[in-house]
């Protein structure tokens, strides 16, 4: 990620390129952010997946069906033997 005193130095250099016309050093700078742009995507790519990630966990999905379906779980204790019905 670029700073704000790297983007600052960049702009002097660009500037300066440009007034002396010097499209070696524009070709070179451009490159340059374009790199930056290339890992600032990459970055994005990675904390998107680590958000789908932690969503797609199955902990979350387990929590929200006893939260929904509490007779599935609530006669649990009691054990196999228990004489109490489980609806579906």
Do not use: C, F
């Not at 960049?10 to 070179?28: F, K």
């Not at 929200?64 to 009691?78: I, V, W």
């Amino acid at each position: 990620m670029l700073t704000s005193e790297a983007m600052g130095k960049l702009a002097a250099e660009m500037t300066d390129a440009q007034t002396h016309g010097n499209a070696e050093s524009l070709a070179a700078i451009a490159w340059q952010l374009y790199g930056e742009v290339g890992e600032d995507l990459a970055e994005i790519g990675r904390l998107r997946a680590a958000i789908h990630a932690a969503w797609s966990q199955p902990q979350g999905k387990r929590r929200h069906q006893q939260r929904r379906r509490p007779e599935l779980t609530a006669g649990a204790e009691s054990g196999p033997q228990s004489s109490r019905a489980i609806l579906p």
